[in-house]
């Protein structure tokens, strides 16, 4: 049981380049998550899902766009990068009717340049 | 959902317990209080929640006040370890919420 699986770990990206963060889970859950963490910052909400063929916008979805056609994956695309989107990415994943309790991937970090 | 207030930071002497306060004063009837901790770099991981009544697990105990307008979580002997960001979060329990993490009290276990 992997629990939450992001790649890449670590990316290097020039601005105007496009790229996907994938994320898997292989607990069933029902509920994904991408959000964004700054230095320093809290986290940030940018996109939800709360089952296959279902994605909501969350506080700060501008500059990606996510998917999701199975329940196992959730993957972020950002488009046009740009250095604001330089971030540390994390998706998670709960089961079910929605708890607040959140299983956690390793994060990607992001480098705009 | 209900905003929370936490301190910006904490500092704690390792054995000793660790009581982190959060203050939630707008928390409705069917709002939870959720607690979590980042380790540097690490993805955030889920500590405890509660309603009404004071819960523990393995990790942690949740103190929650009768008009349930403040919490305070323990770590009861702090180790190196639990140095970390602790977020304090109130959410409802319904399908298509998703949580919301403020900036969360930073823990420094020192030895």
């Known amino acids: 049981n992997a629990g939450v699986t992001q790649t890449p770990k670590f990316r290097i990206l020039k601005i105007g380049q496009s790229m996907t963060l994938q994320c898997t889970q292989d607990m069933n859950h029902n509920y994904m998550y991408w959000y964004r963490q700054d230095p320093g910052m809290g986290l940030k909400l940018i996109y939800y899902s709360v089952g296959a063929g279902i994605t909501d916008k969350g506080e700060v979805p501008n500059g990606y766009n996510v998917s999701r056609s199975t329940t196992e994956d959730f993957p972020l695309r950002l488009e046009l990068a740009a250095p604001s989107q330089t971030s540390v990415y994390f998706c998670a994943s709960s089961y079910g009717l929605y708890t607040g309790e959140l299983f956690f991937g390793e994060g990607s970090r992001l480098t705009v340049l | 959902d209900a905003k929370t207030t ?8 390792e054995g000793r ?35 009404k009544n004071n819960e523990t697990n393995e990790m942690a105990s949740l103190i ?7 919490s305070t979580l323990i770590l009861p002997h702090a180790t190196l370890r639990d140095t970390a960001v602790y977020y ?4 409802q329990s319904q399908a298509g919420t998703a949580l919301i993490f403020g900036k969360g009290t930073t823990l420094s276990v020192s030895s």
């Open chain 2, 88 to 91: 304090c979060i109130v959410i």
């Open chain 2, 17 to 51: 317990a660790a009581n982190l306060p959060c203050n939630h004063s707008t928390i409705s009837g069917n709002e939870y209080v959720y607690w979590y901790r980042q380790i540097h770099s690490q993805g955030p991981q889920y500590i405890i929640h509660g309603l």
């Open chain 2, 64 to 70: 929650i006040t009768e008009d349930r307008k403040s």
């Open chain 2, 6 to 13: 936490q301190p910006p930071s904490m500092d704690c002497a």
